[in-house]
């Protein structure tokens, strides 16, 4: 990688950084954990902070959200960002093409989205010509509406217009202007949307469609030369998940801090959303990371020499389960 290449994708972390919620640190120099987002189905990452899960396992984290997945993972290749906390296609997509990012671990393995429409668009026959907007070309989203557009008989390539228009607030601000006719949201927003009515077309998370939506993704180099770190990230991560999915009212909290509600309905429905699609202990789907190879090879040709295995590492997984750590949590 070139000096020049460097210098820009460093600019790009410290541009997040500089919109990045404040945190509290005890150490000069906090590990940098990106985050795709906002969106609320990544508040795992804020819970294993939040809860100190991640200090247990003597770690400092400073938790920094990218606009998308495509995006967190051009900062990533700088090295200053020492895991991603994304969606797969971004991973499968930067190693295919000679980075050396690979998936660690998976909490999420199916698509949390709603596709949500417009007044007045109650089938998906009526999309046909419409604009449904996403967060960017590449991202967790592009790759989810493209599978989803195809489950119900539509072309994405044909029969409708893809356009990006960044995060999940923006998006939703374009569907209330009518700048566009569908676009796909995770909750609360998919939820606010309905009280608001809208018509959401699926909820995606009840058709279980094999995908890695939530994966961490770390490097080669770094599990080469930090591998008691990897560990250990991977204990207070998933030690987080699981307070997560069985200490409620507390989780609402860390999701009512970052999400500025007091609606308990919204809070109450969004937990539940996305403790439906949570997988423990974090084992990446194989299925899942085909359905994305398969969706990414359209625009990346060479994923489709590769195999799912390529783009995984279940090492510290598999270490932490012999040693009886997933057993110890579930306690």
């Known amino acids: 990688m070139n000096k020049t290449t460097v210098t ?21 120099d906090p590990m940098i954990v990106g985050v ?17 899960f991640l200090q247990k396992y003597g770690l400092e984290a400073r938790i920094v959200m990218f606009d998308a997945g495509s995006i967190l993972a051009q900062a990533a290749l700088s090295g200053e ?6 969606s797969g296609p971004a991973t499968i997509a930067a190693r295919t093409q000679g980075a050396d990012s690979v998936i660690i671990a998976a909490c999420v393995n199916t698509l949390p989205y709603s596709i949500v429409a417009a007044k007045g668009i109650t089938t998906w026959g009526q999309l046909k010509g419409k604009k449904i907007a996403i967060s960017r ?3 967790g989203t592009d790759t989810a509406i493209r599978l989803v557009l195809k489950k119900f008989g539509l072309d994405p390539a044909k029969d409708v ?3 990006q228009l960044g995060t999940q607030p923006s998006r939703v601000q374009a569907l209330s202007a009518g700048a566009i006719d569908a676009t796909i949201i995770s909750p609360p927003l998919d939820i606010t949307a309905k009280k608001q009515g809208y018509q959401i077309l699926v909820n995606i998370a009840e058709l279980k469609i094999p995908y890695p939506q939530q994966i961490i993704e770390t490097t080669d180099r ?11 990230f991977l204990k207070g991560f998933i030690e987080g998940v699981r307070y997560a999915t069985t200490h409620a009212e507390e989780t ?6 970052y999400l500025k509600t007091t609606d308990p309905e919204i809070l109450e429905a969004t937990y ?16 899942g990371i085909r359905n994305a190879m398969d969706e990414v090879a359209q625009r990346v040709p060479a994923v489709k020499s590769k195999k799912p295995e390529d783009f995984v590492n279940t090492r510290f997984l598999k270490e932490l389960e012999k040693e009886g750590f997933f057993k110890q949590i579930t306690k």
């Not at 795709?36 to 100190?52: E, K, L, T």
């Not at 960002?81 to 994304?86: C, D, G, L, N, P």
């Not at 609402?252 to 801090?257: L, T």
């Not at 539940?272 to 299925?287: I, K, L």
């Open 222 to 232: 770094f599990t080469r030369e930090n591998p008691h770190t990897v560990k250990s």
């Open 161 to 163: 217009i893809i356009v």
């Open 8 to 28: 820009f994708l460093r600019g790009l972390v410290v541009f997040a950084l500089s919109l990045a919620c404040p945190v509290s640190a005890r150490s000069a």
């Open 272 to 287: 539940q959303s996305f403790v439906q699609v949570t997988d423990e202990p974090c084992y990446p789907n194989m299925e």
């Open 137 to 139: 070309f590449g991202s």
């Open 81 to 86: 960002v020492k895991f991603s906390v994304s």
């Open 36 to 52: 795709a987002g906002p969106a609320i189905n990544m508040v795992y990452s804020f819970v294993a902070r939040d809860a100190g």
């Open 252 to 257: 609402k909290k860390v999701m009512h801090k």
